[in-house]
């Protein structure tokens, strides 16, 4: 079983940076990936970033490109740097884990979510 928590959500400023991390526990596969997803009121759920587990390899959500870095913090932790934050990304964010790349579907097991307000 795997589980994942997400830390590190709060209210700041547009313009502002924070730092999210999602503490794994458990073993996923080193074919999988760890991506973060956020969700605004009344919106669907959308793809913001991923790294692969075995390689490192990144993918961005164009919407956030140049602005949020995921890296992983340890073997097992991933932490999502949000730089220039703006009003629009004000959603509850969520870590995820499993074969997916960009949709909710394709991933297996998910975090409780952490809540990020911008205020303009």
């Known amino acids: 079983q795997v589980q994942l928590v997400e830390s590190g959500g709060g209210l700041v400023q547009a313009g502002d940076s924070l730092r999210l991390s999602c503490a794994v526990s458990?073993?996923?596969?080193?074919?999988?990936?760890m991506g973060w997803f956020r969700q605004a009121p009344g919106k669907e759920r959308e793809f913001v970033a991923a790294?692969?587990?075995?390689?490192?390899?990144t993918y961005y959500s164009d919407s956030i490109k140049d602005r949020f870095t995921i890296r992983k913090d340890n073997a097992k932790n991933t932490v999502l740097e949000m730089n220039s934050l703006k009003p629009e990304d004000t959603a509850v964010y969520y870590c995820?884990?499993?074969?997916?790349?960009?949709?909710?579907?394709?991933?297996?097991?998910w975090g409780q979510g952490t809540q990020v307000t911008v205020s303009s």
């Open positions: 995820a884990t499993g074969q997916g790349y960009s949709s909710p579907s394709s991933y297996r097991y």
């Open positions: 458990g073993r996923p596969f080193t074919s999988w990936r």
């Open positions: 790294i692969n587990w075995g390689n490192s390899a």
